[in-house]
């Protein structure tokens, strides 16, 4: 009160301000409270979110006690069609999906305390204290059955089945509540991994290759759904000069559940699944995108390139050249700024087709690059009739032509590659130049152009922007 006294004292004292502290400060109270319901709760059904399953099955961690365990469950729920529903009668048919289950779930709990919307369809509820495991299962069988139960949506009946994974705990010393939440989930991976339609429960050896893989899956679409990705860019300087002649595009993947996750690790299942074909769409447009802006801002570098990786997947795709022409059209580049780089195995599966769509890419402006060269299969009888640019020689053999016994043999193989691209009228890039040693023999070589660590790691566009503004162009 001293400030409205001293308000008052000073003549600043007026009858409304008051009533507008005690305003802001409820007003800022409740947006406290917002906040921290937000963060606990799933705006849409009202239920707790992950976190806050995740919260309560930690603060069980804290109460154990010796003396009395207790055994807990925890149930994973995934609704099997949920996507087809969501994608074939669009996101409110979705919406009324997941609201309907969150009330049947309730129904069957009686309280919505030990319930939560733990992913896009997926629930989670624990259990306490359980008396009898099988009871547990029975309790998750007729949950599969009362959600199997038909909703009407406009008109419309929409079933959906469910997938359950269920993990058993005892709140004794050993106890680690929030594992449960993870050990439920693998173990309602592994249903769907090996197609079961009855709960299963956890059991330690079942995060398998297979389970692990559908959770990478999984992971993937929501990281594709929630723009997880960025590209980042490495690159590629003459060795001539030492100016920069290019960059290739590395994608990048900060998933919000995994961290950081490597191309190595995630291309190869993204290939399997399809999912880098919208993938890819993305990185050529934005890459494509990249590479006019810099163009723009950098007019320093008229003559900048910018290499893209193709996987095998999207090279089969019939609209791919479609697809890049509509690309550079929307983006305003011209075809010769862009680089695909393929692999020789790409190619081999079908080498006539693969010739008609390398040409076809190449009527488009586009250059073409041989990347990996000399690690996949390929027959040299068809080097010559592939319209291709550009030979990159594969950091395993560049990476060895200095340690070893072996050292010289790896430098007479690159030689006889920078050889072969150079009687082919192509120019040669060497990936993977760790060492100045290495620069120098590549020079020696007469290599044109070299990409590796001696010179930059992949950047993020900030790094890149700030190499170029420093490097004085070629
Ligand atoms: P790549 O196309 O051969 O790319 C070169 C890889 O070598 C990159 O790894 C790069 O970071 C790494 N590298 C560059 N310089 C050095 C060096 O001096 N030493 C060593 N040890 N490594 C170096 P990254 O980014 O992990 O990518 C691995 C592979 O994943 C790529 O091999 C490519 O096959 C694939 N990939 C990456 N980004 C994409 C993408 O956007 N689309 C597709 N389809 N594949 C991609
Ligand atoms: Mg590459
Ligand atoms: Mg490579």
Redesign the pocket.
């Known amino acids: 009160m001293a400030y409205l006294f001293f308000l008052f004292t000073q003549s600043g004292w007026v009858p409304f301000v008051p009533p507008l502290l005690s305003f802001l400060i409820s007003g800022t109270l409740v947006l406290a409270y917002k906040t921290v319901y937000q963060t606990y709760h799933d705006p849409l059904t009202g239920l707790a979110n992950r976190r806050d399953l995740e919260k309560k099955l930690q603060q069980l961690n804290e109460q154990k006690n010796s003396d009395s365990s207790e055994l807990v469950a925890v149930l994973f729920i995934d609704l099997n069609r949920f996507k087809t529903i969501n994608e074939g009668l669009g996101h409110q048919a979705g919406d009324y999906l997941l609201v309907a289950t969150s009330q049947r779930l309730q129904e069957q709990l009686n309280s919505r305390k030990h319930l939560g919307r733990v992913g896009g369809d997926e629930f989670a509820i624990w259990l306490k204290p359980v008396t009898d495991k099988q009871e547990v299962v029975n309790f998750a069988e007729k949950l599969q059955l009362v959600l199997s139960q038909p909703l009407f949506w406009q008109g419309q009946e929409i079933y959906t089945t469910v997938t359950i994974g269920i993990s058993f705990g005892e709140t004794d010393k050993n106890f680690r509540g929030p594992e449960l939440l993870r050990y439920a989930d693998i173990a309602m991976h592994k249903a769907k991994a090996i197609n079961s339609s009855r709960p299963q429960i956890f059991e330690p050896g079942m995060d398998t290759q297979a389970v692990q893989r559908w959770h990478l899956e999984k992971d993937l679409r929501v990281g594709l759904e929630e723009k997880e990705f960025k590209?980042y860019y490495?690159p590629i300087f003459s060795l001539k000069t030492g100016k920069i002649a290019g960059f290739?595009?590395?994608?990048r993947w900060d998933s919000k559940t995994r961290g950081f996750v490597?191309?190595?690790d995630f291309?190869p299942v993204a290939e399997e699944t399809g999912l880098?074909v919208p993938l890819?769409e993305w990185?050529l447009r934005e890459a494509c995108r990249q590479i006019r802006d810099w163009h723009e801002r950098f007019p320093r570098y008229p003559a900048l390139i910018m290499s893209?990786?193709?996987?095998g997947r999207?090279f089969s795709e019939p609209n791919l050249v479609k697809q890049i022409q509509r690309i550079l059209e929307a983006a305003g580049v011209e075809g010769d700024r862009l680089k695909l780089?393929i692999t020789e195995s790409m190619m081999m599966n079908n080498v006539e087709e693969a010739i008609a769509l390398l040409n076809s890419l190449k009527d488009l402006g586009l250059r073409l690059s041989i990347?990996?060269f000399g690690t996949g299969y390929s027959s040299l009888s068809y080097l010559h009739r592939f319209p291709v640019d550009t030979l990159k020689v594969d950091?395993s053999f560049v990476?060895r032509m200095e340690e070893g016994k072996d050292s010289q043999k790896y430098i007479s193989i690159v030689r006889t590659i920078i050889s072969l691209g150079h009687n082919l009228h192509l120019d040669v890039i060497a990936?993977?130049?760790?060492t100045e040693g290495q620069m120098n023999i590549l020079e020696d070589l007469s290599c044109e152009y070299g990409?590796?660590?001696?010179f930059s790691?992949?950047l993020s566009v900030e790094n890149a922007e700030a190499l170029l503004a420093a490097q004085n162009p070629l």
Not at 248 to 251: M, N, P, S
Not at 308 to 311: F, G, H, R
């Open positions: 590209l490495q290739e595009a590395l994608v490597s191309p190595g291309i880098i890819g990185i893209v990786n193709l996987s999207q780089e990347d990996d950091k990476g990936e993977g130049i760790e990409q590796g660590y001696l790691r992949p």
